[in-house]
């Protein structure tokens, strides 16, 4: 079946421009997950969505980062005026969700990534 | 909350020998320890995993340990191949937040 798909792959933008990443979690996941990764660096942990649940926003590293999920389903990050230290792969992941409500022990899959340029 | 230290950054073995990726975490709560791999272009992806009740884990050519006293975890790869080279990542997380906190990644070079 199909897997994580995140778009665009590859996004060059100008310092102060905004840009919005869109990741399409696996069907029937409702756990979903964004990552930065910066050059040479690991996962950076951003924000992590439940369900209904609110999110949890506590990796996000400034106000110009926010994301939205739709329907329980798609979801959108969103950069606004972008800085040239916003360049990194942003990856997005989605799991399932056990019995008690919690995604421990469950794999995460994780999109291609977006590539962000801020030049 | 949740730390992840990982080492070495950097590995390079010669092909058919064993290559070991370790790490530390420092919250006791932690129950549940997967590995990922990510080639070049790609998103991580989970190769092994191990729970908090199990000291060891085997599949094929990799298995992990875990030493719940210590907070260390490992990951072994024997007769290493070329297409063994990649970025590793380690993780840890826990009921407490649902939260995988990942280790900064170690890049293992298999050399011919």
């Known amino acids: 079946g199909a897997g994580v798909s995140q778009s665009p792959s590859n996004k060059v933008t100008e310092k102060g421009k905004d840009v919005e990443l869109r990741c399409d979690p696996i069907s029937g996941h409702t756990a979903l997950y964004w990552y930065r990764q910066s050059l040479g660096q690991g996962l950076e942990f951003l924000i992590y969505?439940?369900?209904?649940?609110?999110?949890?926003k506590s990796g996000l590293p400034s106000d110009r980062f926010s994301a939205e999920r739709t329907g329980g389903s798609v979801s959108t990050l969103t950069i606004q005026r972008t800085q040239q230290e916003d360049s990194a792969v942003y990856l997005c992941?989605?799991?399932?969700?056990?019995?008690?409500?919690?995604?421990?022990?469950?794999?995460?899959?994780f999109g291609p990534g977006t590539r962000l340029t801020v030049t | 909350g949740e730390n992840v230290e990982q080492h070495p950054s950097t590995l390079s073995v010669q092909e058919g020998d064993s290559a070991v990726i370790k790490c530390t975490y420092s919250?006791?709560?932690?129950?549940?320890f997967p590995w990922y791999k990510q080639e070049l272009g790609k998103g991580p992806q989970l190769i092994i995993d191990i729970r908090s009740n199990v000291g060891e884990k085997k599949d094929q050519r990799i298995a992990v340990t875990l030493n719940k006293t210590a907070k260390h975890f490992s990951l072994h790869i024997t007769e290493t191949q070329p297409e063994d080279s990649a970025v590793y990542f380690c993780a840890a997380s826990s009921h407490r937040d649902d939260k995988i906190i990942f280790g900064k990644g170690t890049r293992l070079h298999i050399l011919p």
């Open positions: 919250d006791s709560a932690s129950n549940y």
């Open positions: 969505f439940q369900g209904n649940s609110a999110p949890d």
């Open positions: 992941a989605s799991s399932l969700v056990g019995q008690g409500g919690t995604v421990v022990g469950y794999e995460q899959y």
